[in-house]
């Protein structure tokens, strides 16, 4: 039965972008592994050693609460050497050792990068929407206005320069 448990966790752990971790009662990493690292640019037990309570001081509370006795769930999001990163982070207090915690954490960066592109077209949905009421009820005379208004508030939604935009005309 052992032996089964250990080939389903070192299956989870290598094929699946997720990681695996214990953290001391003094918030010292003391073991990782899983695929997920490979987000954060490293691989197993390289973060060993990290004092993961000073390297994420935002989510200090939330492991502070794992380590003392407590379960905690969040979610953190971040830049690594390949780009963002996001994971859904779980942490309990390892009952087993009587102190330290355990943690997984998930890869929800494609997810994340999803929701952030749905929420990014909404907006610039509601900005087109805004933009032509804005148009339709000019008076002549503004529509110039009106237009070059509307070219720097895309530029600012898309994160560019206003020169960037071209009109085209056929």
Same mark, same amino acid.
């Given at each position: ?112 990068? +999803? #929701?952030? !592109? =749905?929420?990014r077209r909404r907006d610039l949905d509601r $900005?087109?929407?805004?933009?032509? %009421?804005?148009? @339709?009820? +000019? #008076?002549? !005379? =503004? ?7 509307? $070219?720097?508030?895309?530029?600012? %939604?898309?994160? @560019? ?10």
């Amino acid at each position: 039965a052992l032996k089964k448990q250990n080939q389903l966790m070192n299956g989870i752990v290598r094929n699946l972008p997720v990681i695996v971790y214990r953290i001391d009662e003094n918030g010292i990493l003391t073991e990782s592994m899983g695929k997920g690292l490979e987000s954060y640019g490293v691989r197993d037990g390289e973060l060993v050693g990290m004092n993961v309570l000073e390297g994420f001081p935002q989510y200090r509370d939330e492991m502070e609460r794992a380590l003392s006795g407590g379960t905690t769930h969040y979610h953190v999001e971040g830049q690594g050497q390949s780009g963002f990163w996001a994971y859904e982070t779980f942490i309990t207090f390892d009952q087993s050792a009587g102190s330290g915690a355990l943690g997984f954490s998930i890869d929800t960066t494609s997810r994340r990068l +999803a #929701e952030k !592109s =749905q929420h990014r077209r909404r907006d610039l949905d509601r $900005l087109m929407a805004d933009v032509s %009421a804005r148009l @339709v009820k +000019a #008076e002549l !005379s =503004q529509v110039d206005v009106e237009i070059r208004a509307a $070219l720097s508030e895309f530029a600012a %939604a898309l994160g @560019v320069s206003c020169g960037c935009i071209c009109l085209w005309r056929p």
